[in-house]
């Protein structure tokens, strides 16, 4: 295979994957940190939750809510065992600072990929196929869910 025929294979492939390569580049981000969970006082708006979900389990909606785990009847005093537990549910540092690599891994292939979407429609002479491309990859991940 020729290099112009690869050079314009990955261009057409780019244009019509960027879309979701974008969408899981972003939503994969938010997810390192679990903002698409409700957890203590916080409550995500329903649009990241119902992203969240289409990230991980293909759907898009709410996750059916669980109930809380029971309240217990009495206070437990602070030098209890499960008053240690609390203590130990700290994150390591080592996954901290790994949350935060992966978080800039995303963070730069969304914006790689944008610098490629640009690059891609620059091309005047391909500029109509590149724009369908990019439209069809917009389009049918957005007609399947609604399916």
Not at 26 to 55: C, D, M, N, V, W
Request: proline fraction near 9%; charged fraction near 15%.
């Amino acid at each position: 295979m020729r290099m112009a025929t690869i050079r314009m294979l990955h261009h057409y492939v780019g244009l019509l994957i960027a879309p979701s390569v974008l969408f899981f580049a972003l939503t994969g981000a938010y997810q390192l940190f679990a903002l698409h969970e409700a957890h203590g006082a916080y409550q995500p708006p329903a649009l990241i939750e119902k992203l969240g979900e289409l990230h991980k389990n293909q759907r898009f909606a709410l996750k059916p809510k669980r109930p809380g785990p029971p309240k217990p009847a009495v206070a437990q005093p602070a030098n209890t065992p499960a008053a240690k537990d609390d203590d130990e549910d700290k994150t390591p540092l080592r996954v901290t600072v790994l949350k935060w690599l992966f978080l800039t891994v995303a963070l730069g292939l969304a914006g790689s990929t944008a610098f490629g979407v640009y690059i891609g429609l620059s091309h005047p002479r391909r500029r109509g196929i590149s724009f369908a491309l990019l439209s069809i990859g917009v389009a049918l991940p957005i007609l399947i869910c609604a399916l």
